[in-house]
């Protein structure tokens, strides 16, 4: 059974960097083919899907944030991190990791419980 658990500040000011760590259990993130995402819904709004990072170390963005995000890996750790920079009270939502089966960015196996970020002063 794979788990997924994100970790990090629920609080963050705006114009910081937000980090996220989200780390892995039942499974290692460096297994053939799947696709481990950052996931995000803002209060009242659907989910947003954000970036990832692949089996390979590959990683993906989306359009509308790839200026400002960056997705990494810890193998040793089996971990993966967002950092998401220049954040402002639009960025305040729960943040989801989940494991991805395709590059579609729609499927999904597996997921964390998701953690509260709020960005403000």
């Known amino acids: 059974q794979v788990q997924l658990q994100e970790s990090g500040p629920g609080l963050v000011k705006p114009s910081q960097t937000l980090s996220l760590t989200c780390t892995v259990s039942?499974?290692?993130?460096?297994?053939?083919?799947?696709?481990w995402s950052w996931v995000r819904q803002p209060p009242g709004k659907g989910l947003e899907w954000m970036g990832a990072?692949?089996?390979?170390?590959?990683?993906y963005y989306s359009p509308s944030l790839t200026s400002r995000t960056s997705i990494s890996r810890d193998t040793s750790k089996n971990q993966y991190t967002l950092q998401l920079s220049s954040v402002n009270s639009e960025d305040t939502a729960v943040y989801y990791c989940?494991?991805?089966?395709?590059?579609?960015?729609?499927?999904?196996?597996?997921w964390g419980q998701g953690t509260q970020v709020t960005v403000s002063a």
């Open positions: 989940a494991r991805g089966l395709t590059a579609n960015w729609v499927e999904y196996d597996y």
């Open positions: 039942g499974g290692s993130i460096t297994t053939n083919s799947y696709y």
């Open positions: 990072i692949a089996y390979s170390g590959s990683t």
